[in-house]
């Protein structure tokens, strides 16, 4: 009974130790912006540049562009994992018009790779370009967490 209680004990330190503890981050960021409309080859400062966290960084360009035949929001994103541990990372990203009505949004998350990065390129708000023009202000909103890592 005495080993059984011990092994208990062992295992309900171990369960509440600091290793087993997953690191996270959530992170806001908003602001006033003007979306711009952008052509593969134009100056890169038609694209606003939004950065946000540390131990996570995303890299979040906003800006008009055709896609195809659609007009969108392009949104897309550079995350970077400057961690040693794979990390699950999500970002929300909202614009809003002057009177604070929605006009696009986007989310998405990844599992990223310790020190490993990944260039989301869907962020593909899709709409009309006279809604996006009236474009004031945005909100992104970031979560980051320290995942299991993957089984080999």
Known sequence: MKRLAMV???LVIGMFSPRQIF?????QKD???TLSRYKFG???SKKNLIVLGDKVVFKVNAYIEDFFKDTIINANAKIINMTDDPMQAIYFIT???EQNNVVGAHATNWTLKPQGDI???SALIKGKEEDFRRVKKY???ICYYKTVPEKK
Do not use: T, W
Request: aromatic fraction near 18%; proline fraction near 0%.
């Open 42 to 44: 134009d100056d890169e």
């Open 8 to 10: 208990l004990a062992i």
């Open 139 to 141: 909100k992104l909103q």
């Open 31 to 33: 602001g006033a912006i």
């Open 119 to 121: 260039n989301y390129g």
């Open 95 to 97: 614009f809003y018009d």
């Open 23 to 27: 690191a996270y981050q959530e992170m």
